[in-house]
């Protein structure tokens, strides 16, 4: 079952499409990774969400239920951070928890749970205006913490943090989906941290959504590539070109040529070296999501 | 109603340690004090013979309080209010929780009259220490030892249930805007504009004259019912107008 559906999600401000017919699809238990350049939609999606936006077209349903007809019943099993931590700074900690607590009639020891989970126990009665932003950030997800909601909604969630920090909110994630069952949205733009954690994924470019799926399906959207280091990188092009190949000189001895599996890299070398080019090194490269993700956007930009 | 209590006492714990509860008290005190300050230079109050000293003074404080203190206090405590949940970003928080929108506007519109009332309250107080100390202080002020009380509170009370018309518009305002500068621009055009109006014709038809006219009725002895009816009524319909707009208003910030 999917915790997130959206059927041909629309949001129109004035003539600008900031989303444009997005149908997402966010399975149970997984965590989804919302990818996508600044201004993209990342954030008027999960502001359509959790109902703070109304959408000028299109469906919500969540835990299979229609938004607009169950939204108590919704939120009280959602918990969002939505893009910086918004905190009360003349209250402390633990006080901006306990209006959360009072929001969601929760019994009072969950607010030390939380608190535990985001490492804050020993800094919760300091005012926050005297917090830095790491613990600002962990407080803003102690309070989506709150309650121990079956969907988490984060948005960007390691802004601001040390890189013990991120590892420690990774690990906090991946234990609440693993352990709990808990399905977490998590909108970032920083490739790596989603690489790591996420088990779908979704690319938003533009208002689309171009591009939803798992890693694997991800990757299976860009060939693989061999890289050769030679001492003829022109006469290799022309030698590979004559085949159909594409090539493409990266260097003053290096060329790089997709293929289509291991076997193929073979038959490459092969030809080379009976066209009298010697390869001094040779090695597959795996696409990094990174190199994905800007690939899909950039052919979504050249498409519009 | 026990959920419409828990939201509520939310409102109240985001007041704790704001400028909201330090301006309700600070404000009706300092005035209280400013009056304490001058009639102590004073030898004379300028009371009329046979005129309760109590009644007097409070006469005369209500006018400054009702015609100019009291609505820019309201703006002020009523553009606080909004701006804590703006300031920072956390209306999205709120709205983001399983309550209802409408009671989170209600739970502001109620903190707003609490902290309206707790300024009244903290004035009245002001005003018996004010009597006892120039009792002490001045014999020859001769305050009077028996305290019209009742007379006292209506005066002051009839035209704060006038005012929560006033109340509700400007927590719609701040709410609606979520910027204080507009909510404070708001409330000090109203009121100067009333002040401008009272003795004109029109002003029984401009709401920010309303508790004037209440007052200056109370002071004639004339009955204030109709008054303190129609501004229940016109609050009453703001405020459930105020509720379905900002119920279904856009949380784009």
Not at chain 1, 74 to 89: C, D, F, M, T
Not at chain 2, 16 to 41: D, H, N, Y
Not at chain 2, 91 to 102: I, Y
Request: aromatic letters at 10%; proline letters at 4%; glycine letters at 8%.
């Amino acid at each position: 079952m999917n915790v997130i559906q959206t059927e041909a999600l629309l949001k129109n401000f004035g003539n600008l499409t900031a989303v444009d017919c997005v149908d997402l699809a966010v399975p149970a238990a997984s965590v989804y990774g919302f990818l996508g350049p600044n201004g993209a939609g990342k954030t008027t999606t999960i502001r359509m969400l959790l109902g703070l936006i109304q959408p000028s077209g299109g469906r919500v349903i969540l835990f299979g239920k229609e938004y607009d007809d169950n939204r108590i019943e919704i939120l009280k099993r959602v918990g969002a951070l939505v893009e910086q931590p918004s905190l009360y700074p003349h209250l402390t900690g633990w006080e901006n928890l306990e209006i959360i607590r009072r929001y969601r009639s929760l019994e009072r020891v969950e607010i030390t749970r939380v608190l535990e989970l985001v490492d804050l126990a020993k800094d919760s009665r300091r005012l926050v205006r005297h917090y830095s932003t790491g613990m600002r950030q962990r407080l803003g997800l102690a309070i989506a913490l709150m309650g121990m909601p079956p969907l988490l909604i984060l948005d960007e969630p390691t802004n601001g943090l040390d890189p013990a920090g991120i590892h420690e909110i990774r690990a906090l994630i991946t234990r609440l989906s693993q352990s709990f069952g808990v399905t977490v949205f998590l909108s970032s733009h920083l490739l790596n941290e989603v690489e790591q954690i996420a088990t779908c994924i979704g690319i938003i470019n533009n208002g689309n959504l171009i591009f939803q799926g798992t890693q694997d399906d991800l990757r299976l959207k860009i060939p693989q590539c061999v890289h050769f280091e030679l001492d003829y990188p022109e006469a290799a092009k022309k030698v590979l070109e004559a085949e159909g190949r594409t090539v493409k000189v990266v260097s003053a001895s290096g060329v790089l040529v997709p293929i289509d599996g291991r076997a193929d890299t073979a038959s490459l070398s092969r030809r080379l070296i009976n066209n009298g080019i010697s390869i001094t090194e040779m090695r597959i490269d795996q696409p990094t999501l990174e190199d994905i993700f800007l690939d899909l956007t950039e052919a979504a930009g050249a498409a519009k | 109603m026990k959920e419409f209590f828990a939201v509520f006492s939310a409102e109240l714990l985001k007041a704790k340690r704001s400028l909201l509860l330090k301006v309700s008290l600070a404000i009706p005190a300092g005035i209280m004090l400013f009056e304490w300050i001058g009639a102590l230079q004073r030898n004379t109050l300028g009371i009329q013979p046979g005129v309760n000293f109590w009644s007097a003074i409070a006469e005369h404080i209500s006018r400054i309080w009702i015609f100019l203190l009291f609505p820019l206090l309201i703006t002020l405590q009523t553009a606080l209010i909004g701006e804590t949940d703006y300031r920072e970003g956390t209306w999205k928080v709120v709205c983001s929780q399983p309550v209802k929108r409408w009671m989170a506007v209600a739970a502001k519109q109620c903190l707003a009259v609490l902290a309206a009332f707790i300024s009244l309250i903290c004035l009245l107080l002001c005003l018996l220490l004010f009597g006892f100390s120039l009792g002490i202080l001045k014999p020859e002020f001769q305050v009077s030892a028996y305290i019209p009380l009742a007379e006292l509170g209506w005066f002051f009370l009839a035209p704060f249930v006038i005012s929560l018309l006033i109340i509700s518009f400007q927590t719609w305002v701040s709410l609606n805007w979520g910027n204080f500068i507009v909510s404070c621009s708001t409330g000090i055009t109203f009121t100067l504009v009333a002040l401008f109006l009272f003795d004109h014709e029109c002003s029984r038809f401009f709401p920010w004259s309303f508790p004037g006219l209440g007052l200056y009725r109370l002071i004639d002895g004339k009955p204030v019912d109709d008054l303190l009816y129609l501004s229940l009524a016109l609050c009453a319909g703001i405020t459930l107008a105020a509720n379905l707009w900002l119920s279904n208003k856009q949380v784009d910030r």
